[in-house]
């Protein structure tokens, strides 16, 4: 392990010790080779750069897709007392030339810049004329055409090994299955990269996931149940189903924002500075927020509506519990979301090969939706990762899923939709298996099928279950240009001849038993609250006097820290892990003071 770095990681940031593989890849950079990291979220990837950034001689570029991003990173950095800056389109004129002229002057450790700005000839020409410690591709799997995150500007970062050849490149990113990993590599030229794979189990995180029966409300008792007061994310896919989401949870006493890239730039800025800075905020958004929030004590992502595949998915639900404390991954999805999400894969203007990968993407989400074993054990072999054991932190682990034989029922939905002349959507196909009399069934006369009320012993929500996994699985399409019609595959055949048997999973309606209270492994004690409260106090005032997020002074587990141990000096207070010497410096006399009060009681 390199000393040097190991000391800039006490001094500077705090930590005592290196996670593996942050001490590897220090060590690469430092020594002028090149890298290629997958760390799952809140694994300490910035890390990675950061301090090779500050042993290395010049400044250390930092390519970032997101402004927001980039002023969290550059605030953080400036509280340690580290020389960083941004150049992006939330600079005028002046300041960006501030900006620049300490680039020029040897005065930056770190400098973010976004990859079109970066790809401009006359930022490349001042990049040629200063020393450059590295270059650092934040969020590598924006480079992947076939990703969930695709940006067009990270396709010209090439650029950087032929232009900076003797300069050391690290790509890193916390999602990428085998195809992405092997694309960022070509893509960014760095097959000759030392490549390292950290594993992605966030073993914090309880997965959850279950059918939707009515959505909002199955919402609202998740949460007034497990997160009273904590903050959240909360995934949709549309615009509008954010902003009325938002505004339905407001009504009902919870303090909710929108999010999404409709709302106008300022709105968003506040929204997000509320989520960071404040507590119990609840964030409804699409797929546009999150990326880099380094909010450490996110409870819950919630997901109203299905991800287009596990990359989304795993990505969204990782900015939960980044401080390594119990948090919550909680879905509900139905049949709608999956024909929604077929449908919209349909229309794409996108090329036969890309529909094909995205189609293969979505039905490894749906596989993970519907399988009757640990899904943690599933995500990771996405990622191929292995985990020998089932996890015991999921629904399916704790809650196990009944399965039974749905082969008769599977044979009586799939030949209603044959006698139905493959022309009706779930809901007419579930009314003519019921017998009920419908306007509609009067109108096409099927009453007289053969297939008439002849799946009375299951309900309406079953039935929904059956054509949900039918469609799952592969054997029934939702044809768009029919309105949604459902379709026969070629699949259903060895099903509707008696060759095959199906098994199906017994959707659970009741609440999944916790494996533990999350507030026991995040709460304070109760005799300690009034000296958690008066901590808290001061990092929220600290932190509105400098204008950045509370977590940004001290993180909740560096403060509990504090609380047990009750250092009465500043050497006790900088043994603590998060407590560098800049924010001793900065704000060590204070927290010791309100650290005082409560150890003469």
Known sequence: MNKTALSVLNTVFGYPEFRSPQDEVIDTIINGDNALVLMPTGGGKSLCYQIPALIRSGCAIVISPLIALMQDQVNALTQLGVNASFLNSSLDKNQAFEVEQALRQGQLDLLYIAPERLTQPRMLSLLQQCPIALFAIDEAHCVSQWGHDFRADYLQLSLLHQQFPLVPRIALTATADPRTHKEISERLQLDDAKHFVAGFDRPNIQYRISQKQNARQQLLSFIRSEHENDAGIIYCLSRKKTEETAKWLCQQGLQALPYHAGLATDVKERHQNRF???DSIIIVATIAFGMGIDKPDVRFVAHLDLPKSIESYYQETGRAGRDGQAANAWMVYGLQDVIKLKQMLDKSESGEQQKRIERQRLDAMLGLCEITTCRRQT????????????CGNCDTCITPVQKWDGTDAA????????RTGQRFGVSHLIDVLLGKNTAKIEQFQHQQL???AIGIELDIQQWHSVFRQLVSRGYIYADMDSYGA???????????????NIELRKDNTEKVKKKKSLKSTTAIPEEAQPFWEALRALRKRLADEHGIPPFTVFHDSTMKEMISTSPTNRDELLSISGVGLSKLDKYGEQFLAVIAQFNRR
């Open 276 to 278: 960071l800075r404040e």
């Open 379 to 390: 995500l990771l072999h996405y990622f191929d990762e292995h985990l020998a054991q089932p």
């Open 486 to 500: 459902f379709k026969l595959t070629d699949k259903c055949r060895p099903l509707l001849r008696g060759e095959e």
């Open 450 to 452: 053969s297939t008439f």
């Open 411 to 418: 044979r009586k939905a799939l030949s209603c939709v044959y």
